[in-house]
């Protein structure tokens, strides 16, 4: 006889879990085996009325043995040829009707684990940190599911090994939730009922009571990894990755000769500014427990940014890794990730034609971070990068105090380059009310604050104070939810004679069918170069539902004056993008995104225009199997970037990639053909 009880308990609702001897098989049908487990039906709307009843039924099966964590969704449907089974590129949160489940196996209320299904049976899953308030997509787990469309609608089981989740062994409590979404409404319904205000909350989750895992295996995972590329000539390589979990919540991974160059370049963007353009990670290795690493504050200071080891240099080329290691691991309340990594030596030729020599260096990172009251956070930082002649380090501490739709962050760090010391800080705090919003943020750094080497702030000798407030309206008429707010920000740096500053506002409208518009005017008065000016600045955005088959996204930004350093003089700058999306057929996805960049001289004649065009068509053969073709045709460089991407995960964590990549330059007008790379790569993973 299943059991499920309710009380509440910190709003949490218990769901008991039993031990099952016989699993089920993952083939996408609801077998009686399912009807013997635990089970639950009362979801509740957060989108779009909150609070409200679901349209469609839901029911959701729960059971688990030694080894694996089983769920089983039944997903009821009154309209089964209106569900939207897409086939998409795995982790893409835009993937039609889909379910998903939210794990917190640690109790701790701050972090958990996401597993999601779509009606073609694409996999997505993420970590969650910060009470759900940030999520790392790039966490990849093995984990089984099956899917079946029925004459009632389609059901999803998952198959959850143990083993590829981290627990604490010695509670038998862990936080879950279950949600669905059906896109043709824009209803999304979960079991623990959601604000909309908050968004989904990891204190929130219900209790999965009476879980007992005995999980048995060497928690091993041995990544061998085959490259061949041609440039001019053949060269083969090969690499090793290793992981193992020597605890239920901890582990060691280290990697060896890693190949790390990327299968498509970053996206180029036109900078006028005088500061470093931020770029996210997308390499396995460093990708993979991140969160270990991330400070509770990352918008103004990075202390550990990872995309500095095995960085590319002013000639293209790119300094060779040679292993790397970490240890990462929630040990009762404390989190706790160590990194460190060599590189080697690499000549490059800078940009006046001089060879110079990045040395060999160490590169190091020790996080610790340990949960405080209900679901808060202190920690510290300590990270750094040494060669033969130099050191660069930062020691920081940092911590947040967290309410459901509050939060109080703050940073305070030391850097030491070569004995010379610097201070940085950020404190910030964020009220996000069912109708009102405040935000206020003091960011400083002085002068000699510095962590280029191995961190990311490219601010220097700087101080900002702002706060912003804004007003929430849901439901009214054909306004599904809108937001209007207004902030004043106050800014120096330390060559500026006086202070600078700005009041900005913004209008955000989100319509019933899922339509809406963005728009946020500025002005602001500041120093540059010795001269106080006053800039005028606005964006406009636009957009339809992204849930249709045809997706339209333009948007358009205006700066009235301000110093180009890119020019070396004063003056307005704007431009535009039009995004658009075609998906002909389920499994077929069509795009382009032009970005015009527009800068005038100071008597407001045009002094550049420059387009960069970005066409993209992905075509899932299988929803494993896929082709990928992309160019950046670039007037403002005429450099152009043309790839074409063959990708299969034949078997969870297992890829496959066959990838062309090629640049012309059409500087001299004769697209002279720069650079040509073709890359044969075999990721295959032995788990025991």
């Avoid at 997509?137 to 029925?150: C, H, L, R």
């Avoid at 999965?208 to 990544?223: A, D, F, M, N, R």
């Avoid at 041609?230 to 992981?243: A, H, N, R």
């Avoid at 209900?374 to 920081?396: C, F, H, L, Q, V």
């Amino acid at each position: 006889m299943t059991t499920l009880s309710f009380f509440f308990l910190i709003n949490s609702a218990i769901l008991f879990v039993h031990y099952i001897e016989n699993e089920p098989i993952v083939d996408g049908n609801i077998e009686n085996l399912w009807h013997n487990m635990d089970s639950i039906t009362n979801f509740t709307q957060w989108m779009p009325n909150e609070g409200g009843l679901p349209s469609e039924s839901t029911k959701v099966y729960i059971g688990y043995s030694n080894c694996n964590l089983f769920i089983a969704f039944q997903c009821f449907d009154s309209h089964t040829e209106s569900i939207d089974a897409r086939i998409v590129k795995r982790d893409s949160y835009d993937c039609g009707d889909n379910v998903w489940v939210m794990i917190d196996p640690f109790g701790e209320k701050t972090e958990a684990f996401e597993f999601a299904v779509n009606a073609q049976n694409v996999q997505t899953d993420d970590y969650l940190s910060h009470d759900g308030r940030e999520s790392n997509v790039d966490w990849d787990g093995i984990w089984y599911s099956a899917v079946k469309i029925t004459d009632y609608g389609y059901n999803v089981e998952m198959k959850i090994p143990m083993r590829t989740i981290r627990f604490n062994r010695n509670l038998h409590k862990w936080g879950i939730n279950f949600f669905r979404e059906i896109p043709r409404k824009h209803e999304r319904i979960s079991w623990i009922p959601v604000k909309r205000n908050e968004g989904i909350r990891v204190s929130k989750c219900g209790i999965l009571e009476g879980i007992k895992p005995e999980v048995q295996g060497l928690h091993l995972e041995v990544y061998p990894v085959g490259i061949v590329r041609y440039e001019d000539k053949f060269t083969p390589q090969t690499g090793l990755d290793v992981s193992w979990d020597f605890l239920s919540s901890a582990g060691v991974s280290f990697t060896f000769f890693p190949d790390f160059a990327q299968i498509e370049a970053d996206p180029y963007k036109v900078n006028l500014s005088k500061y470093e353009l931020y770029f996210s990670e997308k390499r396995p290795f460093f990708t993979q427990q991140s969160e270990y690493f991330n400070t509770e504050l990352t918008s103004f200071i990075r202390p550990f940014y990872s995309r500095r080891i095995g960085k590319k240099l002013p000639d293209g080329s790119e300094v060779p890794i040679i292993y790397g290691g970490k240890f990462t691991g929630t040990l009762g309340r404390w989190n706790v990730g160590i990194l460190n990594a060599l590189t080697g030596e690499k000549e490059y030729i800078d940009s006046n034609g001089d060879t110079l020599t990045e040395e060999k260096s160490n590169y190091y990172c020790v996080r610790v971070k340990r949960g405080i009251f209900y679901n808060s956070t202190a920690g510290m930082i300590y990270a750094g990068k040494r060669d033969r002649n130099n050191k660069n380090e930062i020691y920081g501490i940092d911590g947040s105090f967290r309410s459901s739709n509050a939060q109080l962050s703050y940073l305070f760090s030391l850097s030491n380059k070569n004995d010379t010391t610097g201070f940085g800080s950020e404190m910030k705090y964020d009220y996000s009310g069912r109708k009102f919003v405040f935000i206020s943020d003091i960011k400083k750094e002085t002068k000699d604050f510095s962590i280029d080497g191995f961190g990311y702030a490219p601010y220097r000798d700087y101080e900002e104070y702002s706060i912003y407030g804004g007003i929430r309206t849901y439901n009214k008429g054909i306004i599904r939810y809108m937001h209007t707010g207004m902030g004043i920000e106050v800014s120096r740096e330390g060559s500026d004679p006086g202070y600078g500053y700005g009041i900005n506002s913004t209008i955000s409208i989100n319509f019933t069918n899922n339509y809406g518009i963005s728009f946020s005017p500025a002005i602001n008065y500041d120093y540059e170069m010795g001269k106080f000016y006053r800039n005028n600045n606005f964006s406009l955005m636009f957009w339809t539902d992204t849930r249709r088959a045809l997706v339209i996204n333009p948007s358009i930004w205006y700066n009235s004056y301000e110093y180009n350093y890119r020019r070396g003089h004063f003056g307005a700058n704007g431009g535009g993008r039009f995004y658009i999306r075609i998906r002909p057929l389920s499994r077929w996805e069509v795009s382009i995104s032009p970005t015009v960049s527009i800068e005038w001289r100071e008597d407001r004649s045009i002094e550049n225009i420059s387009y960069i065009i970005r066409p993209s068509m992905d075509y899932f053969i299988t929803k494993d199997l896929s082709l990928r073709f992309y160019a950046e045709p670039n007037t403002d460089t005429h450099i152009h970037y043309f790839s074409a991407l063959l990708s299969w995960n034949f078997r969870p964590k297992s890829w496959f990639y066959l990838a062309y990549n090629e640049e012309r330059d059409n500087t001299e007008g004769n697209w002279a053909l720069k650079n040509r790379i073709i890359v044969a790569k075999l990721r295959y993973l032995f788990f025991w």
